[in-house]
């Protein structure tokens, strides 16, 4: 339980050149010998060699092939007596582990009988002793030996050097990794598992083997990731100018995974619900994410694996890369500029979902944190998401070709070595020194140093008669925990002025300039605001424009613009930035809804009549019948800010409150609307066979809105037609998606037959994990009715198909409720608070890390309203005071109520 910092960083006092292991693998007891060849670090002065450990067994300890002093201290294997000087020299680590009672699943585990590996961050330790840090890089032989009839396959990384028999029924498999990797990138996979494979040729000629492994029936269900991991290979080549290092590349699924995937050099071990997908078990969303996270793994291939992190604190180096191309993959398969687009609102939409409320909250850190207690807790979507904007600010700031010149330079420099967030940052410089990002970059790099999001402010004024209009820009950015005070961050601003007819007007500054930025749109430049407040002139305005600013969201931060309505409508209908259409309609429903919160009613759950105003709802029309505005595009636009993002933007926070004002304006939405949806269902509705392609995914989506919106306005007027027609649609689906939508339609308008299609969808389904997954979520996503969702909650963690061990299974009802449903969860007799406090003990028993990503759906609890607020205090105080918490959830809660 010790804090590590990170400017306490030092080099290793010893490094490790080669690592053999040797597994006799045994689901209760593992033997494991772990032979290296180590030097001192002659750097530094001599120092003991200090191993961690964490729950093993150890069994003997040689040096140079003797028997040898040793000490524990802590979990840590300490040895003062080792040879001096400079030489290499052999120690050799007997030790056993306990697959079987791995239910923490880090280090060596069991799923479905199989065995599987998680290293990363500090995985290694619980399968040998090691000096398990990223910056110790090692040379890895790994022999396998089991039981043949029921481990016939045995996987770790690198080449397959030998296999053969054994005595006793038992097998071996020998492999070598060609690079040297840190240890967090270890893996070995054994277990009766099938092959989808395909031989491909690189660019270079290079012939390479591809393998994705599952369990023997899912075969069926991995041409998606053969197809995903054949189109990563060839766009990591083709856009970066990075090839396949290995001769063979191996996918292996699991169905008990704490996370969504591990890049593990040359053996990527998945979640199933990121590898498998078949139209009749996986929606569009699941296509989708199969392809995000296959290119996210395989990209780290070189950013991460090949280049890596020196400490954890440079954890965004390669996430927040890696996400920002896994982001850019995507977009460039999606191909057109509308699909792009939505590729580029669903990624904000997921920012400022998770990681807005993640910078505003008592979580909030740093993109590269200054400290912690577990590195567990740090895999969040400020690394992540957040490090991709600030990843994606560079290239809006040098260009994408100066993007792709400061990647190829971080390469020439840094191949096969452990480095830091600033090395990046150089390289980026260093490769554009005309820039602005050179000329700022100390300051640029206040993004990974200050936790927060920035708010920019703009306030417009037209002059007709000299016929300027007047920007003025300023930033702010609010405290946060242990950094009271912020610096001016560097924010590209990209910009246009749109004029009434939809045009964007000439943008001539009447002085400074705009970044010299390749790819910008005829229209649209980008302004650097680096200082605390600028003012531009624009020149030869001849008529009053609207700024439309953060063009495709130029950067991580929060706009506050006082539009008027006119102002916003006119971007909704003409903005030529498709991203700030959208936003203008999110702006729009936001305003209402703060503008409904307001406004007295008899009860603050009672609902204020018809929150909407015509012209808002005209908008809308005029979308939704738009003849040449993409499917996906409008189903965006119509979609209303959810519970969670409108409770953003409230200095205190009354969920229920929240609920019936969005509930009011769905319903005016859906009725106002009735012909309009009924017109997009019937045009809309049918995709032909199925293809998770962009168009009828779009297509498919906004069917979906359509009929749920008929569904609930038929409820409304006690017509029986569409539910009627949406369990049609849920028995007659040819895929996941039409399905999952029609039943949802029937679960959000509350309609009786939403019962009969979830007792069909269990008799189809409940053989199928992970569409087993989507009938406990869907249901405890369905919106709150009188406090309803507890108890189906309460039953659903009593049905014999729930586990807590499994974590998708865990989170496909307690993140769902927790996390996912606001009015659900935040009753007013605290009810929820309780059941989250239950859970998260219960949980952290078996596996700290899902536990504490439970308890982290307290993280808003000091904005509630009372009395939600002391009832949630209660709760987390008495999860506090068990003094037996994992360090995981220790450290949530500590900074929870700090
Ligand atoms: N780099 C991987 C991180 C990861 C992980 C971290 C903590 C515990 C379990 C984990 N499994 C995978 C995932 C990625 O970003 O690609
Ligand atoms: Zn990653």
């Excluded at 029936?217 to 290995?246: C, K, Y």
């Excluded at 999001?453 to 930033?475: F, I, M």
């Excluded at 809309?684 to 306005?713: I, M």
């Excluded at 949980?843 to 990503?853: F, M």
């Amino acid at each position: 339980t010790t804090v590590t910092r990170r400017l306490d960083y030092a080099p290793p006092a010893f490094w490790i050149d080669t690592v053999d292991l040797t597994f006799d693998l045994d689901p209760t007891k593992t033997r494991v010998l772990n032979k290296m060849t180590l030097r001192r670090n002659p750097d530094l002065a001599p120092q003991a060699l200090r191993l961690d450990g964490d729950e093993l067994n150890l069994a003997r300890v040689l040096v140079n092939g003797q028997g040898t002093s040793f000490r524990m201290e802590g979990e840590q294997l300490v040895l003062e007596s080792l040879p001096e000087g400079h030489e290499p020299f052999e120690l050799e680590i007997f030790t056993t582990c306990n697959p079987e009672k791995n239910t923490k699943l880090m280090g060596l585990f069991l799923s479905g009988g199989a065995f599987f590996t998680q290293c990363e961050a500090e995985g290694f330790r619980r399968i040998t002793y090691f000096i398990d840090r990223p910056d110790v890089m090692a040379s890895y032989t790994v022999t396998l030996r089991a039981d043949k009839a029921k481990y016939p396959v045995l996987l770790s990384n690198g080449n397959l050097v030998d296999e053969g028999e054994l005595d006793g029924g038992r097998h071996f498999a020998k492999w070598q990794d060609p690079h040297k990797k840190p240890s967090y990138l270890f893996a070995l996979v054994a277990g009766q598992l099938v092959a989808r494979e395909q031989r491909i040729v690189s660019r270079s000629g290079k012939e390479h083997l591809l393998q994705v492994y599952v369990r023997p029936g899912d075969l069926d269900q991995t041409e998606h990731a053969m197809n995903s991991l054949i189109h990563s290979v060839l766009w990591d080549e083709a856009r970066f100018g990075l090839p396949l290092d290995l001769e063979r590349f191996m996918i292996v699924a699991t169905s008990d995974f704490n996370a969504g995937a591990m890049e593990n050099k040359g053996l990527n071990i998945f979640n199933t619900k990121y590898v498998l997908a078949k139209a009749s078990t996986a929606t569009d969303a699941d296509f989708d994410a199969v392809e995000s996270v296959i290119g996210h793994e395989y990209f780290h291939n070189w950013t991460g694996n090949r280049v890596t992190c020196r400490d954890w604190f440079q954890l965004s180096l390669k996430e927040g890369l890696t996400v920002f191309r896994d982001q850019e993959f995507s977009m460039d398969l999606a191909s057109t500029p509308s699909a792009r687009a939505v590729k580029r609102i669903e990624n904000v939409i997921g920012l400022r979902s998770a990681q807005f409320p993640e910078d505003g909250g008592p979580m909030a850190h740093p993109v590269r944190p200054d400290e912690y207690l577990e590195i567990g807790n740090f895999y969040t979507s400020t690394v992540y998401e957040k490090g991709s904007e600030v990843v994606r600010m560079y290239q809006t700031l040098v260009g994408r070709d100066g993007f792709r010149e400061g990647m190829d330079l971080y390469f020439q420099r840094h191949d096969g070595q452990a480095v830091t967030c600033d090395d990046f940052a150089q390289a980026m410089a260093d490769a554009n020194p005309a820039s602005d990002l050179a000329r700022l970059l100390p300051q640029f790099k206040r993004w990974y140093s200050q936790s927060g999001t920035p708010v920019v402010k703009a306030e417009g004024t037209y002059d007709p008669a000299a016929r300027t209009y007047t920007l003025k820009l300023s930033q702010s950015c609010p405290p946060t925990p242990g950094q009271p005070v912020k610096e001016p961050f560097v924010i590209p601003v990209r910009l246009g002025l749109v004029a009434e007819d939809g045009r964007d007007l000439p943008l001539r500054l009447e002085q400074g300039s705009f970044a010299q930025v390749q790819g910008d749109p005829d229209g649209s430049r980008t302004y650097v605001l680096s200082d605390q407040q600028a003012t531009l002139t624009f020149l030869d305005v001849d008529s009053e424009p609207v700024p439309s600013l953060m063009r495709g969201f130029s950067a991580p931060v929060k706009l506050d613009c006082n539009y008027t309505f006119e102002q916003l409508m006119r971007l909704l209908a003409k903005d030529s930035d498709p991203f700030n259409r959208w936003e203008a309609a999110q702006l729009l429903g936001l305003r209402t809804a703060i503008d409904a919160m307001s406004t007295p009613t008899a009860g603050e759950t009672a609902a204020p009549a018809r929150p909407l105003s015509e012209a808002y709802i005209a908008a809308l029309r005029g979308v939704l019948r738009h003849p040449e505005l993409d499917a996906a595009f409008k189903a965006l636009v119509l979609s209303l800010p959810d519970d969670d993002y409108i409770a953003e933007q409230m200095s205190e926070v009354d969920p229920q409150r929240i609920h019936a004002v969005r509930e009011a304006m769905k319903a005016q939405l859906v009725t106002d609307l009735r012909d309009d949806w009924e017109w997009a269902y019937d045009h809309y509705k049918d995709t032909g066979a199925y293809q998770p392609d962009p168009v009828s995914t779009g297509r498919r989506s906004l069917a979906g809105l359509a009929l749920s919106a008929l569904c609930q306005s038929a409820q409304a007027t006690n017509e029986a037609i569409w539910p009627g027609k949406a369990y049609q649609r849920f028995k007659d689906a040819g895929n996941m998606t039409d399905r999952q939508n029609a039943l949802n339609a029937l679960l959000e308008s509350g309609h009786e037959l939403a019962a009969r299609a979830l007792e069909r969808y269990y008799e189809l389904f409940h053989t199928e994990a992970l569409a087993l997954d989507k009938w406990f979520a869907l249901q405890v996503l369905a919106p709150d009715r009188g406090g309803n969702i507890l108890p189906i909650v309460q039953k659903l963690i009593k049905h014999p198909d729930f586990s807590l061990r499994t974590p998708n299974r865990a989170r496909s009802v307690l993140s769902t409720y927790c996390h996912r449903n606001l009015a659900g969860f935040h009753r007013r007799d605290g009810a929820g608070y309780n059941f989250w406090a239950d859970r998260v003990i219960e949980l952290d028993k078996l596996n700290p890390q899902v536990a504490s990503r439970l308890a982290r759906a307290m993280d808003q609890w000091a904005r509630l309203a009372e009395p939600y607020r002391q009832a949630a205090r209660t709760a987390i105080e008495r999860v506090a005071a068990k003094t037996d918490l994992s360090n995981d959830v220790r450290e949530v809660i500590t900074r929870t109520l700090a």
